[in-house]
């Protein structure tokens, strides 16, 4: 029998559904339109779709829209592409926190009414050193104990846009002696006189997130409110705005672990300074973890999915390895996909007893591994190219591709064996010289003799020059992101541009995102930002190779 084990969210989930807390289930996915998502933001927004599908309720995206400094309608509109191509259903609950700045609006002036928030002319800096520190009790502001109505009168004030960024701010009155630094007065809205991508110029004072982040849920009916650890000191504050504002049933906040990966850099303010620094091409670019990056290298929503669930949700922060993530999209890819030919660092091949002016259409399946795949015809001919290390003049032990005297197959088509070569007069191999066997074609049924390697190759006569880009970590763990004087540590190598790949033809019919796996390659991805027709650009998403093991 199965033994099905909740996670620690779907345990208090059950817990407030039996004791009869909420009927039923609210999830929300609630990024800030500052920047495009990552991997990390796919497995919260996965996370609590999941759930609320799982108890048959309701999730929301909302984008979380209250800071017009740093936000964007270029990020609203890459949200929702990333969302809809995870697939994640929100079209009937689509929502913006900005929509609801009137009714934050109402919440500060009813806790102005009951004396707990009020207008303070402190500076950035002075609020700062009142607040006190961990081990040292906070200190009054000289203005927190204005009349409720003199509060009313400036916050108004406030909003009519009389006072300059930073001349006042609004504060909840709660406890400056708080043990937890966030309840000692925290500042609930700031002036700040600039455009709204939603609401223009309407306002010129913008609610801060402490505050507007447990109105939304709560506005919106959220039930279980699912965030990242460092929130946690946080929810004595969630609650107080909601029990203070007075709304009812109460969201639950929750909070789990982030995902962090070896090897990568997460967070949106570091990856915009790597598009800003133009160390990336873009959002997007395939080295980066953004949705957007990962789709343009050839990562499918599925893998993802698989990923996220294999990563699991816990307590406490923890580091995942990347292999996991390539692990997913090899598995996810290696029965769905077509395994072409492609040679990377092509070198010629002649078949000497191979009649010139002859060439022949060869039968190969498509993936072995999946025969609804079928098969496709491939052309053979006197001239070839093979990969520049399946030859060596002087082989070491075990090596069983091509050398001098030695035979192979060539997939899908005959036995050769190396007879000379040719090089130029650096020692670079030039030509290899080969005779084939035409007992030994594949599929023929020889059994003749066995041979230990097989290789890949191309037509030369059919084969076509592609781009071809490989891969690896922009930063290393080891060395660190970012050297001593703050410059960034990028690894030199992490793009490698190969301009002579040779493939069949067939990989020149292909659309943007095609993926496919180039046998011995690897999978490789049509690049949707730089193929131009007839001129495919062909991503790694991943070698074949893993140092994963599940
Ligand atoms: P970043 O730290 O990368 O800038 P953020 O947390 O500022 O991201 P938001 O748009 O505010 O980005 O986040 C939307 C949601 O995604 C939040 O609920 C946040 O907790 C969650 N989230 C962000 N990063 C991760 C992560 N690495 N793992 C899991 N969830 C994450
Ligand atoms: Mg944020
Ligand atoms: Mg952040």
């Known amino acids: 029998e199965e033994v099905v084990s909740r996670n620690f969210i779907e345990v208090e989930i059950d817990k407030d559904l039996e004791k009869g807390v909420y009927k039923e289930v609210c999830t929300r996915f609630p990024p800030e339109p500052n920047g495009y998502l990552h991997i990390g933001h796919a497995k919260s927004a996965l996370l609590n779709f999941g759930l609320s599908k799982q108890y048959e309720g309701t999730f929301h995206l909302r984008f979380d829209d209250t800071n017009p400094i740093k936000e964007d309608v270029e990020y609203v509109d890459s949200i929702k592409e990333d969302i809809t191509w995870l697939g994640i259903d929100f079209k009937d609950h689509l929502h913006f926190a900005s929509d609801y700045f009137d009714k934050m609006y109402e919440c500060a002036l009813l806790l102005i009414d009951k004396g707990l928030a009020y207008v303070d002319e402190l500076s950035a800096a002075e609020i700062r050193e009142y607040r006190g520190t961990l081990t040292t009790p906070g200190k009054d502001s000289p203005f927190r104990n204005r009349s409720i109505e003199e509060n009313k009168k400036l916050f108004e004030e406030m909003k009519a846009g009389k006072y300059k960024d930073g001349e006042r701010v609004l504060r909840a009155k709660i406890d400056m002696a708080s043990p937890n630094m966030n309840m000692r007065d925290p500042v609930i809205y700031r002036v700040a006189h600039i455009s709204h991508h939603n609401t223009g110029d309407a306002w010129c004072i913008y609610p801060m997130y402490d505050f507007a982040h447990p109105l939304e849920d709560a506005i919106e009916g959220i039930t279980h409110s699912i965030c990242t650890l460092e929130f946690e000191d946080h929810r004595p504050l969630y609650d107080w705005f ?133 098969e496709r015809e491939v052309a053979f001919g006197r001239e070839l190219y093979i990969e520049r290390e399946d030859f060596m003049i002087e082989p070491p032990k075990k090596y069983f591709r091509l050398f001098p005297g030695n035979e192979v197959r060539l997939m899908g088509a005959y036995f050769v064996t190396c007879v000379d070569y040719t090089c130029d007069e650096t020692g670079k191999v030039t030509e290899i010289h080969c005779t084939y066997d035409p007992e030994t074609k594949s599929g023929s049924g020889f059994t003749g003799r066995k041979v230990k390697g097989t290789i890949h190759w191309v037509s030369a006569a059919h084969a076509k020059q592609v781009e071809v880009r490989l891969y690896e970590n922009l930063i290393d763990d080891e060395v660190g992101a970012t050297n001593e004087d703050g410059s960034l540590n990028i690894n030199p190598d992490s793009l490698q541009v190969l301009e002579n790949a040779l493939v069949e033809p067939a990989l020149m019919e292909v659309s943007p995102l095609d993926s496919f796996q180039f046998v011995r390659n690897g999978f490789f991805c049509v690049d949707s930002k730089d193929s131009k027709p007839g001129q495919p650009v062909f991503n790694r998403i991943v070698s074949l190779k893993s140092s994963f093991r599940l």
């Open 242 to 374: 909601v029990r203070e504002c007075e709304f009812n049933p109460a969201p639950r906040q929750i909070e789990f672990a982030k995902l962090n990966l070896t090897n990568t850099i997460m967070g949106k303010r570091f990856i915009k300074r790597l598009v800003d620094e133009k160390i990336v091409d873009g959002w997007d670019d395939p080295r980066l973890v953004t949705i957007s990056a990962l789709r343009r290298r050839g990562y499918t929503p599925e893998a993802i999915g698989e990923f996220v669930k294999m990563v699991g949700v816990a307590k406490a922060n923890s580091v995942v390895d990347s292999a996991m993530l390539e692990y997913c999209i090899r598995e996810d890819l290696k029965t769905k996909r077509a395994r072409m030919m492609a040679i990377l660092d092509p070198v010629k091949v002649i078949i000497d007893n191979y009649p010139a002016g002859q060439e022949e259409l060869l039968s190969i399946p498509n993936n072995l591994e999946n025969p609804e795949l079928g």
